[in-house]
């Protein structure tokens, strides 16, 4: 079993700036991609960013240039800095992570998820 622990949502005023976080923890071998999904009331889970174990990276066009995502293999966490905040970016952010156990079996594992309100 593997857990996903976030931290770091909270209230913010427009045009500033948060770092979300999720460790991962259990049964892993490796992790492949890590990624943040947000899903705002009445609207679909929608992705945010995405990063693969070599650092690859991927963004949802709504917060390229604004938000990093970075992850740290050694600590199996996962980064998600959120800069120039607005209020469209209010939601419940989700951590996601692709995970190998020592039986090389691959399954997706989601975090409980962190509220993130923007105040205009």
């Known amino acids: 079993q593997v857990h996903l622990v976030e931290s770091g949502g909270g209230l913010v005023q427009t045009g500033g700036s948060l770092r979300l976080s999720c460790a991962a923890s259990?049964?892993?071998?490796?992790?492949?991609?890590m990624g943040w999904y947000r899903q705002a009331p009445g609207k679909q889970r929608e992705l945010v960013a995405g990063?693969?174990?070599?650092?690859?990276?991927n963004y949802a066009d709504s917060v390229k240039g604004r938000f990093t995502i970075s992850r740290d293999n050694a600590k199996n966490t996962v980064y998600l800095q959120m800069n120039n905040l607005k209020p469209e970016d209010t939601a419940v952010y989700y951590c996601?992570?692709?995970?190998?156990?020592?039986?090389?079996?691959?399954?997706?594992?989601w975090g409980q998820g962190t509220q993130v309100t923007v105040s205009s």
């Open positions: 996601n992570a692709q995970v190998v156990d020592v039986f090389t079996v691959v399954n997706d594992y």
């Open positions: 259990g049964s892993i071998f490796v992790i492949n991609t």
């Open positions: 990063i693969k174990r070599s650092g690859s990276t």
